[in-house]
């Protein structure tokens, strides 16, 4: 097989773990707070930008925490604009001002996309643990479309603002956004630990994927939406990442070089640095990129299975949280020997309770000080 | 249809030749496509001044070959790229 195949075609730059927000389903790892000293320097991400070009990269992704927090990140637009790199920024949006966004179109940003938590602003303001971030949003959304920088909002969903999906979507569209991903929330880092006030019950999904499927007639040609349903109530797992170190790397604040943004949290695999090595030898060579390319690492029910070469088995880093062995078959999975696990998490949730309805969540939000309070212990 | 519409290509999409896999490439903000050379021939001639006409005119000239077989196959792909969003039709 040629190589060529094998070149990546997207980096994910999460320039900073630092954000002024505080969203519980964050997806960094839930230690972020030990790395924030240790964020790559100006010149070291543009030798990152200058090495992902060279091995074939055609996009980047900068992303975090919030990348605006970073103040060199137009001097890295930039970079990556004059290598021929699309670049894409994704934001929470509180710290876009007319200056900076100015700054950022003119370094040669190609689009943005924006999170917005919810419709609502009490509820948006819940979600991100931040009083007055809705409005702030809604001040940036009005620059970018200003400045006539390609606008994509996402919003992630899970149980306590799914059932406004139709509002969301309605309220996406007026805001000018081109595309709409509805984005159910994925089961790693912050999100992880809060799962239990996330997750959707089953009744809450089926009615949300009609309604954002009614919604994609209306709005065809005019704003392109996308919903999965959450993995947890599929039957086959996610084509994660279209197969590991396939085409997608991260590279993370402080350096680690991921084949995918929460892999880190596998600890049975230990990650390069760009600071000891550079990003065409760990494509290439390192042990963590190539421990679960291909499919020939996987064991039954998947070897035998031809939806592998569809779904190359799942998630990595959902096999190794739920099974302690990142080669296994994503749980997912309804062939899978720990399905059960993800069938027990999805009864509790469906369980009638009483007195439940109008409860207030209570989230952990992703802070510095939760950050290490959970990891020291 | 109709062929005095004038197609762009939208501020979201960029093409490109990629040096390293010899291949022209459509990029946008959630991803890539790879294209063959009569795609990447007739995103080029997309440049917001030639009507859809002109393009056919231009490509059946260069590939000699009918106009009207053309047509269609060129209609088609820019339908299907204006449904995506990469192509505006004024």
């Known amino acids: ?13 999460e320039l900073t773990f630092h954000c002024p927000l505080e969203c519980p389903y ?38 975090g925490g919030e990348p605006l927090v970073r103040k060199d990140l137009p001097v890295l637009i930039r970079t990556a604009h004059d290598l021929g790199l699309y670049s894409n920024m994704s934001t929470g949006g509180t710290l876009i001002n007319r200056k900076l966004l100015k700054k950022i179109k003119e370094a040669g940003l190609d689009s943005i996309q924006l999170s917005i938590q919810d419709c609502r602003p009490e509820s948006a303001d819940l979600f991100s643990g931040v009083k007055k971030s809705f409005e702030k949003k809604i001040e940036a959304v009005q620059l970018i479309n200003e400045f006539s920088i390609p606008l994509g909002i996402n919003v992630v969903i899970h149980r306590h603002n799914i059932e406004r999906i139709s509002e969301i979507i309605d309220f996406a ?37 009609k309604e954002a499927s009614n919604a994609k007639e209306k709005y065809k040609g005019k704003m392109e939406i996308l919903f999965v349903i959450p993995d ?79 779904d190359f088995g799942g998630c990595r880093c959902q096999a190794f949280l739920f099974t302690a062995d990142a080669s296994a078959t994503d749980p997912v999975c309804i062939y899978s020997p720990h399905h059960h696990l ?36 | 249809m109709h062929s005095d519409k004038i197609p762009t290509l939208s501020s979201k999409a960029r093409l490109k030749f990629d040096q390293a896999r010899q291949k022209p490439v ?30 056919v005119t231009e490509l059946s000239k260069e590939y000699s070959i009918e106009r009207v077989e053309m047509e269609k196959d060129i209609w088609d792909f820019i339908l299907t790229l204006c449904e995506r969003g990469f192509i505006q039709l004024n």
């Not at chain 1, 943004?261 to 030898?281: G, H, M, V």
């Open chain 1, 173 to 209: 569209a007026a805001l000018g956004a081109q595309r709409l991903e509805l984005a159910n929330t994925q089961y790693y880092g912050w999100a992880l630990h809060n799962r239990k006030e996330l997750l959707p019950r089953r009744h809450q999904v089926e009615k949300a994927a």
């Open chain 1, 342 to 377: 993800i069938e027990k998490i999805v009864e509790e949730i469906n369980a009638p309770k009483e007195n439940n309805k109008s409860k207030e969540p209570t989230f952990v939000y992703r802070t510095i000080k939760n950050s290490k309070a959970l990891c020291c212990s």
């Open chain 1, 232 to 310: 947890y109530y599929s039957s086959f797992p996610k084509p994660c990442l279209q197969g590991w170190a396939k085409v997608y790397m991260t590279v993370s604040a402080d350096g680690t070089v991921l084949p995918c943004q929460s892999a880190r949290d596998i600890r049975s695999l230990s990650f390069p640095n760009i600071r000891s090595d550079t990003l065409e030898n760990i494509w290439w060579n390192s042990e963590a990129f190539n421990k679960f390319r291909g499919t020939d690492f996987l064991p039954e029910p998947c070897k035998s299975c031809p939806r592998k070469e569809i």
């Open chain 1, 26 to 63: 964050c997806s960094n790892t839930l230690g972020y707070s030990k790395w924030l000293k240790e964020e790559l320097s100006t010149e070291e991400w543009i030798r990152v930008l200058q090495e992902a070009q060279r091995l074939g990269i055609l996009q980047v992704y900068f992303s």
């Open chain 2, 26 to 55: 459509l990029l946008y903000p959630e991803g890539l496509l790879f294209l063959n050379q009569t795609a990447y021939k007739i995103l080029l001639l997309c440049d917001g001044k030639r009507k859809v006409d002109d393009i």
């Open chain 1, 1 to 13: 097989m040629s190589n060529l195949k094998l070149l990546p075609l997207s980096l994910l730059c």
